[in-house]
């Protein structure tokens, strides 16, 4: 299959665009072009796979042990798409969706593919945008040297490349492990990593551990810890973080049971798990709510995944974090629903034909729950010290906004974000939204859930001035930018 790389190549119509080549959108979008839909998937990236199969066509990785068997499975994944009759835009971002007001029963959307700027139509659309990793601002996170753990995973996914000198990873969740073990097995050289999961988590998540018990995912965690215990130096019990160092990282601070700890290393990674990426799900109108035990923004979605705008379905984990093989599954039934939708499939036909998926899809999600509660990040690691930058496009401190919050009665990150400009960067709210918020409910002594988010319009991706001024200029697309 040879991806479409001239947006002049696009049709102006789809019945199904989706966008993310990730697991869940290369099954959502084979599994319509087989119910015989006419779909495009589009993603930002040069080859499919999104973030846990990315590259999978491309990598210089050729010893299948680095990476581990999971992702090779990605190619099964692409292969299974590349036979299917859909059309595919490679290095094409979305930034903006909604409903075309010419034609109110169709979706409208704003493409950038090649410098060139299009908007087309579709029926239906399914997001499958993925996830993102969770902000982990510490002091000196914007030192020279310190990166998130997931990027340095896309460097070697994408060019086989490993972090430079004495590298430190710091952190929680189930992707820590794999991320340090990967890196090491590259040839990193990790000093240590460090695990911040706070102790007092394990008594929280004890309820969900019976359901963790009969889950796919006790046997392969602890394969995977115990392999990194045995290989790297792991130090838990991580309560406090910080990166040192004139000009560059020079050296990581480690507070631990009151005690003080400083590792020499050139290199800090960073990861305390993901969360949804919503930026194009809330711009585009859907609903979104506070998932306590994910501790994250999710859309809210009935058991299709369709989303309260009806046409719009969100699948993978940009729906709820459920992993690379929910993904896959999640993407298939949002398909199977959009066909229906479409006429194509009746509700009967819909639900026969779905059931042995949503039967799977149960099964990939067994034993998450433990996982969400056992690897809620440390209050500390999610509202820091005054002095930490929390908004790296503005380079807002943590302190500036708890003091405007008290000062001024802020209630929410949108009177916020007019007060200090946190959020109005390039990456529109991603990196700082959910510390900005977890900020003001630290002030207020209210939850996240009521403290609210962002309020995120399009484009939801930087787009240049020579993009949009090449666009036709129709009232969509003059609305598209100035709504
Ligand atoms: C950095 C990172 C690394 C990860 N590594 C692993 C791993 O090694 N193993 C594992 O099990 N899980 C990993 N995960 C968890 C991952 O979320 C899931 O495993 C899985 O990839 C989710 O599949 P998905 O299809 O929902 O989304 P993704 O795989 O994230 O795919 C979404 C795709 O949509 C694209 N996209 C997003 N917005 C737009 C837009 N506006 N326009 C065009 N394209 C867009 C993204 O670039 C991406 O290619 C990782 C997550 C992150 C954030």
Not at 7 to 28: K, Q
Not at 225 to 250: C, D, H, I, N
């Amino acid at each position: 299959m040879t991806p479409l790389t001239d947006i002049g190549l696009l049709a102006e119509r789809y019945d199904l665009v989706v966008v993310g080549a990730g697991p869940a959108g290369l099954s959502a979008a084979a599994r319509a072009a087989e119910l015989g839909l006419s779909v495009l998937l589009v993603d930002e990236n040069p080859a499919p796979g999104g973030q846990i199969y990315r590259a999978i066509t491309t990598t210089p990785v050729k010893d299948r042990a680095i990476l581990g068997e999971d992702y090779w499975r990605g190619a099964d994944i692409v292969g299974r798409f590349e036979r299917a009759k859909a059309s595919y835009a490679a290095g094409c971002t979305v930034w903006a969706l909604g409903s075309d007001e010419a034609q109110p029963e169709l979706f409208e959307l704003g493409l950038s593919l090649g410098g060139k700027a299009r908007m087309i139509a579709a029926s239906q659309v399914i997001l499958a945008t993925g996830a993102q990793e969770r902000p982990f601002p510490i002091p000196g996170w914007t030192l020279p040297g310190v990166m998130t753990a997931g990027a340095a995973q896309i460097a070697l996914k994408g060019s086989g490349i490993v972090p430079a000198g004495r590298t430190v990873i710091a952190g929680c969740g189930p992707l820590l492990y794999l991320l340090a073990s990967q890196l090491a097995a590259a040839g990193a050289e990790i000093v240590a990593v460090l695990d911040t999961t706070p102790k007092r988590n394990w008594s929280k998540a004890l309820a969900a551990f019976p359901e963790f018990l009969r889950s796919p995912y006790l046997a392969k965690g602890l394969k995977l810890m115990a392999q990194t215990r045995r290989k790297l130096r792991f130090v838990s019990g991580v309560t406090g973080l910080a990166a040192k160092g004139e000009g560059a990282l020079a050296s990581a601070t480690v507070e631990r049971g009151g005690a003080s700890e400083t590792i020499a290393c050139d290199t800090l990674l960073l990861h305390q798990g993901v969360i949804p990426g919503i930026n194009l799900s809330s711009a585009a109108g859907c609903e979104h709510l506070f998932d306590s035990e994910q501790h994250c923004w999710v859309p809210r979605l009935d058991s299709w995944f369709a989303s309260s705008v009806p046409g719009i379905a969100i699948a993978g984990d940009g729906a709820g974090i459920g992993g690379a093989e929910s993904a896959a599954l999640r993407g298939e039934v949002a398909a199977f629903d959009a066909a229906r939708r479409l006429g194509r499939l009746t509700r009967d036909e819909r639900d026969r034909q779905a059931a042995p998926i949503r039967a799977g899809l149960e099964r990939t999600l067994r034993g998450r729950r433990f996982l969400d509660l056992l690897y809620k990040p440390a209050l500390q690691f999610l509202a820091p010290k005054d002095e930490t930058i929390v908004c790296r496009c503005e380079e807002v401190t943590a302190g500036q906004i708890r003091d405007t919050a008290r000062r001024l009665g802020v209630t929410g990150p949108n009177q916020m974000k007019a007060f200090l400009r946190c959020g109005m960067g390039p990456c529109q709210g991603r990196l700082c939204g959910p510390t900005v918020v977890e900020l003001i409910s630290e002030v207020r002594g209210t939850s996240p859930a009521e403290t609210g988010y962002y309020r995120l319009r399009p484009p939801v991706k930087p787009v240049t001035l020579a993009e949009l001024a090449a666009l036709p200029q129709t009232d969509g697309s003059v609305k598209a930018v100035v709504r």
